[in-house]
């Protein structure tokens, strides 16, 4: 019979899966911002060096707004995710718990998955004691003021509009990893990982607590990288 340790480590495993599956779909959903910068740019009558300042700050605004709302949908869809992680990582733990003690399935209780996502959100992250929303909402702000900074560049340094949107999105030829986007991608990877990570190990912890009766203490586990 396995160990607890041993089913908390591939409890582990099939996170770092399931981490890489939600990272691909939400990079899937953030490519959609691409074609829309396109449009944005295909659409000017001219350069963007030679748009007056109130007109290329029109032209930044609409592509905020365009980025701002793919980021909202790929979020919407990984707090999903999020909270289907976990309430599947509680059901483990019960199921883990039961394989190796004495407790009966009837003794350990759950939470409701609404109750257990919101208890996740205001518990703050061990790494840094920052709470996830804010962590997710730096991230679109940021994102969108690192294109918003590229457009500006581009247009006063006198870049046509087909370098602007080169320059954001990235060549072909270097499979487009060099572009400002490319520092998006590797952000956007982190705050999957980050989120997902929070969710099961939250959802572990208000286990615990919601079955402080039966689960007299723990151990917390820690690894630095």
Do not use: C
């Not at 074609?35 to 007056?52: G, K, N, P, T, V």
């Not at 718990?97 to 407790?103: C, D, G, P, S």
């Amino acid at each position: 019979m396995p160990s607890y340790f041993d089913l908390l480590i591939t409890r582990q495993v099939q996170l770092e899966r399931l981490k890489s599956g939600a990272s691909v779909v939400y990079l899937r959903e953030l490519k959609k911002f691409e074609s829309l910068l396109r449009l944005r740019f295909s659409e000017l009558d001219e350069d963007a060096q030679e748009l007056s300042r109130t007109k290329l700050e029109a032209l930044i605004s609409q592509v905020q707004k365009d980025q701002a709302a793919v980021i909202a949908a790929a979020n919407k869809t990984q707090a999903k995710t999020d909270a289907d992680t976990a309430q599947l990582y509680q059901v483990q733990e019960k199921l883990d718990l039961r394989a190796t003690t004495n407790v009966p399935l009837a003794g350990l209780a759950t939470l409701r998955k609404g109750e257990l996502i919101e208890n996740i959100l205001k518990t703050p992250l061990s790494v840094n004691g920052q709470l996830l929303e804010p962590i997710v909402k730096n991230f679109t702000a940021t994102e969108i003021q690192r294109v918003s900074g590229a457009i500006r560049k581009g247009a006063t340094e006198g870049q046509t509009n087909t370098q602007i949107v080169r320059s954001i999105i990235g060549t072909k030829k270097n499979n487009y990893r060099d572009g400002v986007l490319q520092t998006t991608r590797r952000n956007a990877a982190a705050v999957v990982n980050t989120s997902m990570q929070h969710a099961a190990s939250g959802a572990r912890h208000q286990f615990f607590e919601k079955n402080s009766e039966t689960v007299k203490r723990y151990e917390w586990v820690s690894t630095l990288d």
